[in-house]
């Protein structure tokens, strides 16, 4: 497939900004559900959307896809980071966790070179880096402070295992089929959460159940367009875009509950924003210098 990058990176903020939607929606079900349990009905309603679309072939091919066991490790992974993730999140403060957890996008342009053989220029470090600099001035971490902890500790557990399972992703995009990933990953999702049923489900209301559905097909299509970005680019390119769900979860708990953000918050934004403007000008220029 011909590389389309900026297209990569158009369907890649894409996905973090319904990802962020997905988060927002989670944040306000686990109030009262078990974490696992929407995680169940999210997943259901992906592989059932896909069931629909892809049909038998679907079907067939998921069950003999070469990825399948690359998906299944790429999988457990998601598992750990999000347990490690609400574990920290019962002790940390949402700062704190975010900055952390943030951590992932320089885990994924570390291992983008060792693993996938990436080229990564000096622009994408510089990029990432100062994405980063920027999550740490939204967080008012230099004001609050950081002292290490075992919640410390599992937020950057959860950030190291995200990076893995993006790379993981980066290298199955290029193996399989988008609709087929998203099969497997959410069946094998599905199956890993409905063991712990038994002893978590609470009952719910329509209203909570046709949310988690909600959920569940936003999650899908942020899926698909994460997944397909990943075709379109290196992962190194797209590391810094994921820190544009810092600013989405700032303006959705602005608009949802209210909170209203300080300076450092927009601040912040403005080197997230900047970083990915530094991405993509450069990856503009590198483009104009080999067609000249």
């Given at each position: 497939?011909?590389?389309?990058?900026?297209?990569?990176?158009?369907?890649?903020?894409?996905?973090?900004?319904?990802?962020?939607?997905?988060?927002?929606?989670?944040?306000?079900?686990?109030?009262?559900?078990?974490?696992?349990?929407?995680?169940?009905?999210?997943?259901?309603?992906?592989?059932?959307?896909?069931?629909?679309?892809?049909?038998?072939?679907?079907?067939?091919?998921?069950?003999?896809?070469?990825?399948l066991w690359p998906m299944l490790w790429r999988t457990l992974l998601l598992l750990a980071?999000?347990?490690?993730?609400?574990?920290?999140?019962?002790?940390?403060?949402?700062?704190?966790?975010?900055?952390?957890?943030?951590?992932?996008?320089?885990?994924?342009?570390?291992?983008?070179?060792?693993?996938?053989?990436?080229?990564?220029?000096?622009?994408?470090?510089?990029?990432?880096?100062?994405?980063?600099?920027?999550?740490?001035?939204?967080?008012?971490?230099?004001?609050?402070?950081?002292?290490?902890?075992?919640?410390?500790?599992?937020?950057?557990?959860?950030?190291?295992?995200?990076?893995?399972?993006?790379?993981?992703?980066?290298?199955?995009?290029?193996?399989?089929?988008?609709?087929?990933?998203?099969?497997?990953?959410?069946?094998?999702?599905?199956?890993?959460?409905?063991?712990?049923?038994?002893?978590?489900?609470?009952?719910?209301?329509?209203?909570?159940?046709a949310l988690i559905v909600g959920t569940g097909v936003l999650a899908g299509v942020g899926?698909?367009?994460?997944?397909?970005?990943?075709?379109?680019?290196?992962?190194?390119?797209?590391?810094?875009?994921?820190?544009?769900?810092?600013?989405?979860?700032?303006?959705?708990?602005?608009?949802?509950?209210?909170?209203?953000?300080?300076?450092?918050?927009?601040?912040?934004?403005?080197?997230?924003?900047?970083?990915?403007?530094?991405?993509?000008?450069?990856?503009?220029?590198?483009?104009?210098?080999?067609?000249?």
């Open positions: 497939m011909q590389s389309l990058p900026l297209v990569g990176i158009l369907l890649t903020t894409l996905s973090f900004f319904l990802f962020s939607l997905q988060d927002a929606s989670v944040k306000w079900l686990v109030a009262t559900l078990p974490v696992c349990q929407v995680l169940f009905i999210r997943s259901v309603t992906i592989v059932a959307i896909c069931a629909a679309i892809g049909r038998g072939p679907a079907l067939r091919r998921a069950s003999g896809s070469p990825v980071a999000w347990l490690s993730y609400y574990t920290a999140a019962r002790d940390l403060g949402l700062a704190q966790l975010t900055t952390l957890y943030y951590a992932a996008p320089i885990v994924v342009t570390v291992l983008a070179m060792p693993v996938l053989g990436e080229t990564v220029p000096p622009s994408r470090w510089i990029a990432v880096l100062t994405g980063f600099v920027g999550v740490l001035v939204a967080c008012d971490v230099f004001g609050q402070g950081l002292a290490v902890s075992w919640p410390v500790y599992l937020a950057l557990q959860a950030a190291v295992f995200w990076g893995i399972a993006t790379i993981l992703l980066r290298k199955t995009a290029l193996e399989e089929g988008t609709l087929v990933q998203m099969l497997i990953s959410s069946a094998l999702l599905m199956v890993f959460t409905g063991l712990a049923l038994p002893f978590l489900w609470q009952p719910m209301s329509l209203s909570e159940l899926q698909y367009a994460l997944f397909e970005g990943m075709r379109r680019a290196e992962v190194s390119l797209l590391a810094p875009f994921e820190y544009s769900s810092l600013i989405w979860g700032f303006l959705l708990g602005f608009l949802i509950w209210h909170e209203v953000p300080s300076a450092n918050v927009f601040v912040g934004a403005g080197l997230i924003i900047g970083a990915g403007v530094l991405v993509i000008g450069a990856e503009r220029s590198a483009r104009r210098a080999v067609q000249s």
